[in-house]
């Protein structure tokens, strides 16, 4: 999806692809990670000069062409490297990982099926749960203040760590639970305030018609290892699966 919005030949993403898993291994030296990062800004700052010469129907070439003031080349790379790996990684990883949840879960894969109006309620109790972007939300304190009786001095930086948020019980009744009918569960899997997630609409929209589609299209789909075996993303920056080994009838 994000391939196609933004303007990059879905065929290249094998030059991409590598490079992101590489850039968000946290278990990966520090150098090779620059060296990854390094590579997504040379690919991308190739596509920007490809746009420049030959503009498309998509999202940098739009920028090139309407924005006011004119973005530069280099700032143009850095939108386009900061929208594919954080419109990449993250709805694919959701998308995996969430149908794992609900092949755990049958008895709620079994009310969602009953009822497909629950689905968009099931997407925001996916989110919440899950919280695939653990430490992705951080912000500088602009003045000292005391938070959980830890104090924060002005300058510091903050991580705030979603999954603790999204679980926490003063705000979640039984927050481990994966509950579909859960009220309207607002969470902070989007991060909050004015820097929340800006494709958080399009990664709705990507669930909604990737889970729905998925359960629809196969009503057998089950996992074809026992859960224990999945291999999880541990190490890595998005949460999700390594693979989802899954059959169906
Ligand atoms: C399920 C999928 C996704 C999750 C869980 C997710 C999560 C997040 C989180 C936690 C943040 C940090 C927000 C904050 O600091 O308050 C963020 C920021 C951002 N996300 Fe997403 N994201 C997802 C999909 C996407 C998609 C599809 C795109 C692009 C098309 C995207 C583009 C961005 C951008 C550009 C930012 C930076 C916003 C800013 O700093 O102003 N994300 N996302």
Redesign the pocket.
């Known amino acids: 999806?994000?391939c196609e919005?933004?303007g990059v030949d879905y065929a290249e993403r094998d030059r991409f692809q590598q490079r992101t898993a590489t850039a968000l291994n946290a278990t990966t030296p520090p150098d090779e990670r620059m060296r990854a990062a390094a590579g997504l800004y040379a690919f991308m700052a190739e596509l920007v000069r490809a746009k420049r010469e030959t503009p498309g129907d998509d999202i940098l070439s739009g920028l090139i062409r309407d924005a006011d003031p004119p973005l530069t080349d280099a700032q143009l790379t850095d939108?386009a490297v900061?929208?594919l790996g954080?419109?990449?990684e993250?709805?694919a990883?959701?998308?995996a990982l969430g149908t794992f949840a609900l092949l755990q879960n049958p008895a709620q894969l079994a009310a969602l099926r009953g009822d497909p109006a629950l689905l968009d309620n099931a997407i925001e109790e996916l989110?919440r749960f899950?919280?695939?972007?653990q430490l992705?939300?951080?912000?500088v304190a602009t003045e000292s203040m005391t938070v959980g009786g830890v104090d924060i001095p002005a300058g510091a930086t903050v991580v705030?760590a979603?999954p603790e948020a999204n679980r926490d019980a003063r705000q979640f009744d039984d927050p481990d639970r994966l509950d579909v009918h859960r009220p309207r569960p607002s969470h902070?899997?989007?991060?909050?305030?004015?820097?929340?997630?800006?494709?958080?609409q399009?990664?709705?929209v990507?669930?909604r018609v990737g889970l729905s589609e998925l359960f629809t299209r196969l009503p057998d789909l089950r996992l074809a290892v026992p859960a224990e075996r999945v291999p999880l993303r541990n190490e890595m920056l998005?949460f999700g699966v390594h693979a989802l080994p899954v059959t169906w009838a």
């Open positions: 999806m994000i919005l933004l939108i900061v929208l954080a419109g990449h993250t709805t990883n959701m998308l989110l899950l919280s695939i972007i992705g939300v951080s912000r705030i979603t902070l899997a989007f991060g909050h305030g004015i820097h929340q997630c800006l494709g958080q399009l990664a709705r990507e669930m998005v």
